[in-house]
């Protein structure tokens, strides 16, 4: 029989076997992996374990190597286990005789011996881990490459510690109210910084959807449409729908399609919880076609989700440069079909939440080929404190800005006006 904690940890081991061997995001295999766990905050501390297991992948890695005269397979059980035991010791606390005795069990009729050794070593050796975790290094190797030393290493300082908490307020006109209300402070209208900590929706301003969840850098897209004044806007890829209700609220009369229906029932929650309203249409972008076009496009694209990489560390080791690539092409195919649904002298914005070039910049220079638009560059006004344009008056959120505020998620926007 089990010792007590044990089948969280099991939950923790198949979480990053999901993430690691299968490719699966973390989120997405949470469900699955904590099926057999009946309370709420075993499956939470599952989910922590494997998350800060991710987190701090290499350093827990280098440790492991450092006490075993032959590495052992990076796939192994008994390597996976060792990290779970370490992470609990070494980040959350827990005390190394319960952490080494949760594990044991997930290595039954394996080395056992083995694992207890190694940790039993390390942790007589006193052992720590760096204050700022190590990239994974084909990740270090690329983001070296793209941005320079400099944000790479900012990087580290980012994924250090799980992000503050944004919020965008449905009416800008209250930021300062919000700000007061909620004990927070704010990067921008419309937006209020709170602590990481406590349960969302027991935050005042929830039941009266005064404001939904939403990081800084996810609410530059919308910014960059302005005001609508009744006009139209098609929010592609829309779910699950923080841009839909900036648009919403900016008063634009939206259509916001996405091909996930579950993901759109939770838009339509927000939509009902916030007062808000929105056309919904569940389809695929590349089969969809739309008889009228509109005013203006919001393509926020699906991307490698690498600039969230803060919040969700597991995407640092999914994510591979043939993934990369393969992403760039479908959305340069997007962006090529959002633009025949602009009307002339309308507004496209194309975004993703991506620290790759490839998929950013590359994707937007690509389209600027087409002759039927011109470039419509970001101005700073437009834009938060701290976040400026950069080339071709495109916007590029790296490591390292607002890092005196809380940082913010990697991010890439590129605004275009169709020819009159």
């Given at each position: ?245 900036q648009l919403a609220a900016a008063g634009w009369r939206v259509t916001a399609l996405d091909q996930s229906e579950p993901r759109l029932a939770r838009l339509s929650e927000n939509l009902a919880r916030t007062g808000l309203s929105a056309d919904l249409v569940a389809a695929d972008v590349m ?134």
């Amino acid at each position: 029989m089990d010792p007590a904690g044990a089948p969280a940890r099991r939950s923790a081991l198949r979480l990053i076997d999901a993430v690691l061997r299968q490719g699966l995001p973390l989120e997405a295999a949470l469900a699955r992996a904590t099926e057999d766990i009946e309370r709420a905050d075993d499956r939470a501390l599952a989910h922590a374990i494997a998350a800060e297991t991710l987190r701090r992948l290499p350093d827990l890695d280098a440790l492991i190597d450092s006490a075993t005269p032959k590495p052992l397979p990076h796939d192994a059980k008994a390597r996976s286990v060792l990290r779970i035991a370490l992470v609990q010791a070494l980040v959350l606390q827990t005390p190394p005789h319960a952490a080494i005795a949760t594990v044991l069990p997930l290595v039954e009729g394996g080395p056992k011996r083995l694992v207890h050794g190694v940790f039993g070593a390390l942790m007589r050796k006193g052992v720590t881990l760096p204050e700022l975790p190590a990239l994974p290094w084909p990740v270090a190797k690329r983001w070296k490459k793209a941005w320079g030393a400099a944000a790479a290493a900012a990087a580290r300082t980012t994924i250090a510690a799980p992000p503050p908490l944004d919020l965008s307020l449905r009416d800008p006109a209250t930021t300062e109210e919000w700000t007061a209300r909620l004990g927070g402070t704010s990067l921008a209208p419309g937006h209020v910084r709170l602590a990481r900590g406590g349960k969302v929706s027991d935050l005042p301003g929830y039941d009266e959807g005064a404001w939904w969840v939403q990081d800084i850098s996810a609410s530059l897209p919308a910014r960059l449409l302005g005001a609508g004044a009744g006009r139209t806007v098609l929010d592609l890829c829309a779910a699950p729908g923080g841009k839909t209700l900036q648009l919403a609220a900016a008063g634009w009369r939206v259509t916001a399609l996405d091909q996930s229906e579950p993901r759109l029932a939770r838009l339509s929650e927000n939509l009902a919880r916030t007062g808000l309203s929105a056309d919904l249409v569940a389809a695929d972008v590349m089969a969809w076609d739309s008889a009228e076009p509109f005013d203006a496009v919001l393509l926020d694209a699906p991307c490698s989700a690498t600039g969230i990489f803060r919040r969700h560390p597991d995407v640092l080791h999914r994510v591979r440069d043939r993934a990369i690539a393969d992403l760039a092409a479908a959305q340069a195919a997007m962006i090529a079909r959002a633009g025949n649904w602009v009307k002339p002298d309308g507004r496209l914005i194309y975004s993703v939440c991506s620290l790759e070039p490839s998929e950013g910049e590359a994707v937007a220079d690509a389209f600027a080929g087409d002759r039927r638009f011109e470039r419509d560059p970001a101005l700073p006004d437009e834009l938060p404190a701290g976040i400026a344009p950069g080339g071709a008056g495109r916007v590029r959120v790296l490591p390292g800005m607002l890092a005196e505020a809380g940082g913010a998620d990697g991010f890439f926007v590129a605004r275009f006006r169709r020819a009159a």
